[in-house]
């Protein structure tokens, strides 16, 4: 879930907050349904983080069209979200899987033609230790909250030969968060861990968990980092 940075922004309305099924009926879900934000993630401090919904939903851009062009199949797409990376590389004749903990996201992958499952990067998967490409785009390094047991589990599923494609934020940022989505009108999901890493901490995060930085670029204000095992 990459975004611009986060800035301080009100409380949208006066009325009853509800909070909604985790990942079910929650405005996460309902804007992966009509592909349509405003959608936030909102700190525990109340300030705002703008998520890219309509981006997610949309075909790949030319950020995501780099990424692609660096698998090599098979690949894992962990929080695949809508599934445009999943269907894209099916579409170049890759075998790909995305893995979602959101049964909206998982639906949206398999209308999209993609190959997905409703499941956590943390649970059992297929083909582990034969993945050849693993994918965490989106900001998704900040699943857990805990992005060295994350890299730890990546490591697990790839190949000994195999790469990780990591998206970073593109500013300066190491942190860790409690965090919930939340719609325009105040309606949200329940709290949950996460984290945030810039291009510098997500190196030096990796290297720690034994990784090897081999590749770093950006495109279109878009940043990402290639590790080796």
Known sequence: MTAPPIAPVPRAGSGTRTTATAWVDDPYAHALRTGRGPLFLRRSDGWLLPLEVERWCAEPDAADSALLRRCRGPVL????????LVAALGGRGLPA?????????????????????????????????RWRTALLADGNIGIGGDPSALLARVRELLAPDGRLLAEAAAYDVDERLTVRVEDAGGRHGGDFPWARLGTAALRRTAEAAGWTA????????????????
């Open 214 to 229: 081999v590749g770093e670029w950006s495109v279109g204000g878009r940043c990402f980092v290639e590790l080796a095992r």
């Open 77 to 84: 797409d962990i929080g695949c979200g809508p599934g445009r």
């Open 97 to 129: 899987l995305g893995v979602d903990v959101s049964p909206a996201a998982v639906a949206r992958t398999r209308g999209a033609g993609g190959a997905v499952l409703h499941r956590s990067v943390f649970d059992r998967l297929p083909a582990e230790g």
